[in-house]
């Protein structure tokens, strides 16, 4: 008798193997990831690492070409293709990447479509509704129409639209993408709120501090293929690189900018510790932050921060944040191969394949 249930109390969802093909190319090969109940789940990779078509396939959007995807219902984990469509609908929140709603309706119209959609009790409804927008702060916004709403406010009615029905298990694809600082700041916020209150949270993005702020274990993907996955300190403690963030009282204009990088780079790329082929210091405009790399040495660190010092510079910030850790290490694994397709070559190639589906359909 084939075996269609496994048991293991503290996992949720359970990826054994999964293989995705658009026609001879492998979106996503042989990944393996278990999700306990309860924790939030980074997945991050960069753009076309295969994200978006593995989180597809966990929500039943999409079939895997090889390999099984395990769900717990009823207890046990069962393969999700057993379950019903209703235990799906019931179970799983999913939210692609960019929703889009059409301007002319409010939020009440959208999270009562989706929750009759979802199957949640009809004369339970409305009392659901009031609960989530309360819990997402947009009570006083409920009967407005949507094209009045910023792009973090629409961001905020797909999550809702997702989670309307109460599931267990949330999947969130790129949720905080394109958002400003506040409407990041507000969707981190309503992730960790839905932890709280006991629900399991897959999110993928390929921007390193927002995993980092919320995610309890992190997946690294890339080209398809899972190179990495455990805790934050765990994945920092394999870096051998630290990045430092400086903030100087006066920013530098932009036509001296490259000079005082040079100036940077020719008083402080000795005291790194780092390499002079590795070696960077860069300006981040949008954070007005010098950004260096050095060796992780506090030592090191210290002579950057006393060079700094003496050359006059108004240091006032000087840190080295936890997703700089994870920023070396990610950019470690995912650094581009010579036989990685460009995005535009698989575009190109999912699109054939689709094209030759619908032809001999």
């Known amino acids: 008798m084939i075996n269609t249930k496994e048991t293991d109390d503290n996992v949720i969802i359970r990826l054994k193997n999964i293989t995705k093909k658009f026609g001879d190319f492998y979106a996503v090969s042989n990944v393996n990831i278990e999700i306990k109940k309860g924790e939030i789940v980074g ?8 994200k978006s078509t ?22 046990e984990l069962e393969k999700l293709a057993n379950h019903n469509k209703d235990y799906l609908l019931d179970n799983i929140g999913f939210l692609i990447e960019n929703p889009f709603f059409y301007g002319n309706v409010t939020p009440r119209v959208i999270l009562k479509y989706f929750a009759e959609l979802k199957g949640y009790p009809y004369k339970k409804v409305n009392q659901r509704i009031e609960e989530v927008v309360e819990m997402f702060g947009l009570t006083n916004w409920i009967d407005m129409k949507l094209r009045t709403f910023s792009k973090g406010m629409k961001q905020k009615i797909g999550i809702a639209s997702a989670i309307i029905h109460n599931p267990d298990i949330i999947i969130l694809d790129e949720p905080q993408t394109g958002l400003d600082p506040q409407a990041r700041r507000d969707v981190r916020d309503l992730i960790l709120k839905l932890k709280k209150s006991g629900k399991t949270i897959f999110l993928s993005s390929h921007l390193l501090y927002e995993i980092s702020e919320v995610a309890d274990r992190i997946a ?11 805790t934050l300190d765990n994945l920092e403690s394999k870096a051998k690189k630290s990045i430092i963030h400086i903030e100087l009282l006066n920013h530098p204009e932009e036509h001296n900018l490259e000079s005082v990088l040079n100036h940077l780079k020719e008083e402080i790329t000795p005291l790194t510790g780092v390499s002079e082929e590795l070696n960077w210091i860069k300006y981040n405009k949008d954070t007005k932050t010098f950004q260096i790399l050095f060796n992780g040495d506090p030592k090191n660190q210290l002579s950057i921060l006393k060079r700094l010092l003496a050359h006059d510079y108004e240091v006032i910030e000087f840190s080295v944040p936890k997703a700089g850790l994870l920023e070396n290490l990610f950019i470690d ?8 397709l460009s995005n535009d070559t698989i575009n190109k190639k999912k699109k054939k394949h689709k094209k030759k589906l619908l032809i001999e359909e």
């Open 43 to 50: 997945f991050l990779g960069p753009n076309g690492a295969g």
């Open 333 to 340: 694994l995912v650094k581009p191969n010579t036989d990685q």
């Open 54 to 75: 593995a989180m597809k396939m966990m929500a039943y959007l999409l079939k895997p070409t090889e390999g099984e995807i395990w769900i717990r219902g009823n207890g």
């Open 220 to 230: 690294i993907i890339n080209q398809g293929k899972i190179v990495a996955f455990d």
